[in-house]
């Protein structure tokens, strides 16, 4: 009997927790209904006309996009680059690999601030001019471990005698990754992307340093805009950066392979 209500204790303690988490997104997805041109809670009633207006607004509308393309972009880039690297760190011995790994780390420890400032200057220094190739350069900088860490962590657990097997019957090496590694380690690989893309979707501390007025993110426009004017309007686009970050992974999970992240752990 003890141990059922301490079970209980634990169960009401999370759920309370979880709820006071969670319960800030749901009055803004509440506000974002108001009618009224003051963001109060409750709303007094319901009306469509932030939508409208949001998706009537060119600037908003173009943030949104942009920060699509650079997440997307980085997730591409972070997974193939972080695919790469874990390969070389689990299949090959080299001096330093302890050290180097820790390294790839420091995006996850280092504040966004100093690499946005640190990412900022080396790529002036190489003349690189701030545009999307600009962003994603950096973003993927900031999401590369979270992929590197996943597909690792898959490969670990890699039989290689598949692969030996693969190519005993005949397959060549591009072969042997297509048909036999990249399906197995998938869920590493996808899970890392889905992360790469949330992540890099809702950055904004470093990314201040790194945008131009026709490159501006959601969450700098959002900043933006409270800073300005706090309207529902600001609301309803946040509405859409949350139905961004948990609807596109959900179709990712759902194309790629169902509970990828579950798998990947």
């Not at 943030?63 to 591409?76: D, E, K, R, W, Y």
């Not at 590197?148 to 670990?156: G, I």
């Amino acid at each position: 009997m003890r141990d059922d209500l301490r079970w209980t204790a634990v169960k009401a303690t999370s759920a309370l927790v979880y709820l006071f988490l969670l319960a800030p997104l749901f009055v803004v997805v509440a506000i974002s209904f108001n009618p009224t041109q003051f963001a109060t809670f409750p709303p007094a009633g319901f009306s469509l006309e932030w939508y409208y207006d949001f998706f009537t607004h060119d600037r908003m509308l173009r943030s949104l996009f942009n920060s699509f393309v650079v997440a997307t972009g980085s997730a591409i880039v972070a997974g193939v680059v972080g695919m790469i690297s874990a390969f070389g760190f689990v299949r090959y011995d080299f001096r330093w690999k302890n050290a180097l790994s820790s390294l790839l780390f420091l995006p996850m420890i280092i504040s966004p601030v100093v690499i946005g400032v640190a990412l900022t200057t080396f790529l002036t220094e190489i003349g690189m001019e701030r545009n999307y190739l600009y962003l994603i350069a950096g973003h993927s900088t900031l999401v590369l471990p979270y992929v590197f860490v996943t597909v690792r962590a898959q490969l670990y657990r890699f039989d290689q005698e598949l692969e030996e097997a693969a190519r005993t019957l005949g397959a060549n090496e591009l072969e042997t990754f297509v048909e036999v590694t990249l399906p197995l380690i998938m869920p590493g690989l996808g899970a890392g992307m889905l992360l790469a893309f949330v992540i890099s979707f809702g950055e904004f501390t470093a990314t201040q340093f790194w945008i131009q007025p026709q490159t501006t993110t959601a969450p700098i426009e959002i900043y933006t805009m409270v800073r300005t004017s706090l309207t529902p309007m600001i609301n309803a686009m946040a509405t859409m950066l949350i139905v961004v970050t948990v609807v596109v992974p959900l179709v990712l999970d759902a194309v790629l392979g169902k509970n990828l992240i579950l798998k990947s752990a």
